[in-house]
Nanobody, 119 residues
Framework: QVQLVESGGGLVQPGGSLRLSCTVS????????MAWYRQAPGNQRELVAE???????TYADTMKERFTISKDNAKDTVYLEIHGLKPEDTAVYFC?????????????WGQGTQVTVSS
């Protein structure tokens, strides 16, 4: 079973920056695509950004300027950097993965990490 474990959330002042991490329990090569989603209270979960095994990245239209997704295959970790944090970025941020190889057809979610932007 592939497990995704997020970390790096917390309380940040407006204008600050944060880097979230998502570590894959088994090799990251078992995931064809990894992504970050977020869910604010009362809202649906929405895509922030995704990164393919090739390293190609895709961002939601409203996330292109302040969000950067990256990965380190050697560390089996995907990152999400957020700059210029705004109160409306307050949400639980979830890591997501789509399986490949022996995990093809399966999807995986982390437990989420809370990001709160407030002064």
């Amino acid at each position: 079973q592939v497990q995704l474990v997020e970390s790096g959330g917390g309380l940040v002042q407006p204008g600050g920056s944060l880097r979230l991490s998502c570590t894959v329990s088994r090799s990251i090569i078992n995931l064809a695509v990894m992504a970050w989603y977020r869910q604010a209270p009362g809202n649906q979960r929405e895509l922030v950004a995704e990164i393919a095994s090739s390293g190609a990245t895709t961002y939601a239209d409203t996330m292109k300027e302040r969000f950067t997704i990256s990965k380190d295959n050697a560390k089996d970790t995907v990152y999400l950097e957020i700059h210029g944090l705004k109160p409306e970025d307050t949400a639980v941020y979830f890591c997501y993965g789509e399986g490949s190889r022996s995990y093809r057809g399966r999807t995986f979610w982390g437990q989420g990490t809370q990001v709160t932007v407030s002064s």
